[in-house]
């Protein structure tokens, strides 16, 4: 990324700061409208997952420009959605959804170069997550016979 996107997307994220509950709103539901397969892994309740996506991306966002400061966590991340049944494919229309919001959220500020900033941002973290996903080691089926024996 060069720094002229990162201000553009930490700039354009201030933005959409004040309308963080909404912004949640029009993400889950363009997410879950384009890839329904995905909504069995969040909660009936979404009121929390909400706060938790914008506030991730709030620290991603504000640390763009130390990105090393980012990178464990995002890691991390890319981790723990193993354990949620994410998968590769997972990730486009995550992204997309993203794209989605960002464009309603801005309206004419969503900008062409602030679009391709963003698409710069998601696929990098992207490419961190699945990369520290693949690393994850597939859980053991505690179902067969030496699962029951010594799961």
């Not at 763009?64 to 966590?73: G, N, W």
């Given at each position: 990324m060069t720094p002229e996107q990162v201000k553009l997307v930490q700039s354009s994220f201030k933005k959409v700061e004040?309308?963080?509950e909404q912004a949640g709103d029009i993400f889950y539901n363009r997410l879950f409208?384009?890839?329904?397969?995905?909504?069995p892994m969040f909660p009936d309740e979404m009121s929390n997952q909400k706060s938790k996506l914008m506030s991730m991306l709030g620290a991603a966002v504000n640390n763009?420009?130390?990105?090393?400061?980012?990178?464990?966590?995002v890691q991390?991340?890319?981790?723990?959605?193993?354990?949620?049944?994410?998968?590769?494919?997972?990730?486009?229309?995550?992204g997309e959804a993203l794209i989605f919001t960002l464009e309603k959220g801005l309206g004419d500020d969503?900008?062409?170069?602030?679009?391709?900033?963003?698409?710069?941002t998601y696929t990098t973290l992207q490419a961190v997550m699945t990369k520290a996903a693949a690393e994850v080691t597939a859980p053991v089926d505690k179902k067969g016979f030496f699962g029951r024996m010594f799961g």
């Open positions: 004040p309308i963080a409208e384009i890839a329904p397969e995905v909504r763009l420009h130390q990105v090393d400061v980012i990178i464990p966590a991390d991340l890319g981790r723990k959605h193993v354990d949620y049944g994410v998968k590769d494919e997972h990730y486009q229309p995550v969503f900008t062409p170069e602030v679009k391709d900033a963003w698409l710069t």
